[in-house]
């Protein structure tokens, strides 16, 4: 039972471009989320976070955007850097119980010169 | 040190002996997860220590894992009678009491190959 999904194993994109990476999630007690960013051989690194009350967070070139009735989210990198380039995890945390993460399959994003 | 330390970095080991995989995480730090991330797969809960608490050992696939934590700080995970199947990277995280904005602060992991 898959809670937290990335149906796109990977993506690349142009740098200088718009990256847009979703997520899906099936459990509506779900009330905080995260997205990590890990490079190879190291442990995942905290990205960008959203609550629930919210619908947008942005911090200079990433924006995460909520769509609670769809249970969507998504990230949005712009403009994309080659050191972008890494795996995207997105994650979520239970209502009144956040001390388990939830995390997604993760996408491979690969930003070409 | 600054961030959380795991060790070894690397492990092989033959099927059906035991491993112990370390973490240290940062001073301070209350709350301490083990997660794993299996080839294509998203990281997996294992065991959450959180203070003095009884740990959350809900998300431990079998009873040959195991884990402590002495003195509130190192942890160790035990798997006994190693499968190929716990062939992983295993990641150790520590957080303060969960403060939600940052999340946890994660290892580097211990990459485990079950031969």
């Known amino acids: 039972d898959q809670q937290v999904k990335q149906n796109s194993p990977s993506l690349s994109v142009q740098e200088g471009r718009i990256s847009i990476l979703n997520c899906d999630y099936t459990n509506s007690m779900f009330d905080y989320f995260l997205w990590y960013k890990k490079y190879p051989a190291e442990g995942p690194t905290f990205l960008i976070s959203i609550s629930s009350i919210k619908d947008k967070n942005e911090d200079g070139r990433f924006t995460v955007f909520l769509n609670k009735s769809a249970k969507h989210l998504s990230l949005h990198i712009v403009p994309s850097q080659p050191g972008d380039s890494a795996v995207y995890f997105c994650a979520a945390s239970p209502r009144g119980g956040a001390q388990k993460l939830v995390f997604g399959q993760g996408t491979r994003l690969t930003i070409n010169p | 040190g600054a961030g959380v330390s795991q060790s070894p970095s690397n492990k092989v080991t033959e099927k059906g002996k035991d491993v112990e995989l370390r973490c240290d995480p940062i001073s301070g730090h209350t709350a301490l997860y083990w997660y794993r991330q299996s080839l294509g797969q998203g990281l997996e809960f294992l065991i959450y220590?959180?203070?003095?608490?009884?740990?959350?050992k809900s998300g431990l696939p079998s009873d040959r894992f195991s884990a402590e934590r002495t003195g509130g700080s190192v942890s160790t995970l035990t798997i006994q009678r190693t499968q190929q199947e716990d062939s992983a990277v295993y990641l150790c995280a520590s957080s303060f009491t969960w403060e939600g904005d940052n999340g946890y602060t994660f290892g580097s992991g211990t990459r485990l190959t079950v031969v």
């Open positions: 220590f959180q203070g003095n608490s009884a740990p959350d």
